[in-house]
T-cell receptor, first 112, second 109 residues
Framework: SAVISQKPSRDICQRGTSLTIQCQVD?????MFWYRQQPGQSLTLIAT?????????ESGFVIDKFPISRPNLTFSTLTVSNMSPEDSSIYLC?????????FGPGTRLTVL | RKEVEQDPGPFNVPEGATVAFNCTYS??????FFWYRQDCRKEPKLLMS???SGNEDGRFTAQLNRASQYISLLIRDSKLSDSATYLC??????????FGPGTRLSVLP
């Protein structure tokens, strides 16, 4: 299984600011995903990070709010833009084929 | 109707008990099924895949009923360390994973 790290592990931010979360994998992977887990909720897929092309966003998520970069097969970033308290959540990246996914440790974001 | 539904829980059981979780899914085209475990403040981790023939891994048994679009997870001889949230996950080939809301289990001494 892949080893996945995320930075930062947690942050407290002021509303109106932006935060960029990094996801690093120890091996090249084709599929990389970004999820959100709001307090007490399950995981919701934000987007699929595609290497060399624009990310594929799920319904309810837009590029202006959650821009994603995927410069190579081991790294991706997710930016949470113009944050509001409703963005307080855990953000997780995951990698894997369609029959199995491995998750990073998550980034716990609190927006004041 | 949500795409994946689970018993709401929480389940509070004594050590040594047997506990079963249920999950239903709405997309009949779903092809892959999994149980993930998520400890408090941790990321989800794959517990086991679920096959049509059913599969067992130690104290854990998973079953799939495609006709009823139903998945189950049975835990025998519960341990304190089994306390976690159990997530039912479903996907179709080429599609994304869909996570259920999770069922929280607390195993009590």
């Amino acid at each position: 299984s892949a080893v996945i790290s995320q930075k930062p592990s947690r942050d407290i931010c002021q509303r109106g600011t932006s935060l960029t979360i990094q996801c690093q994998v120890d091996s090249q992977v084709t599929m990389m995903f970004w999820y959100r887990q709001q307090p007490g909720q399950s995981l919701t897929l934000i987007a699929t990070a595609n290497q060399g092309s624009e990310a594929t966003y799920e319904s309810g998520f837009v590029i202006d709010k959650f821009p994603i970069s995927r410069p190579n097969l081991t790294f991706s970033t997710l930016t949470v833009s113009n944050m509001s308290p409703e963005d307080s959540s855990i953000y997780l990246c995951s990698v894997g084929p369609y029959n199995e996914q491995f998750f990073g440790p998550g980034t716990r974001l609190t927006v004041l | 109707r949500k795409e994946v539904e689970q018993d709401p829980g929480p389940f509070n059981v004594p050590e040594g008990a047997t506990v079963a979780f249920n999950c239903t899914y709405s997309n009949s085209a779903s092809q892959s099924f999994f149980w993930y475990r998520q400890d408090c403040r941790k990321e989800p981790k794959l517990l086991m895949s679920v096959y049509s023939s059913g599969n067992e891994d130690g104290r854990f048994t998973a079953q799939l009923n495609r006709a009823s679009q139903y998945i189950s997870l049975l835990i025998r001889d519960s341990k304190l360390s089994d306390s976690a949230t159990y997530l039912c996950v479903v996907n179709s080939y080429g599609q994304n994973f869909v996570f259920g809301p999770g069922t929280r289990l607390s195993v009590l001494p």
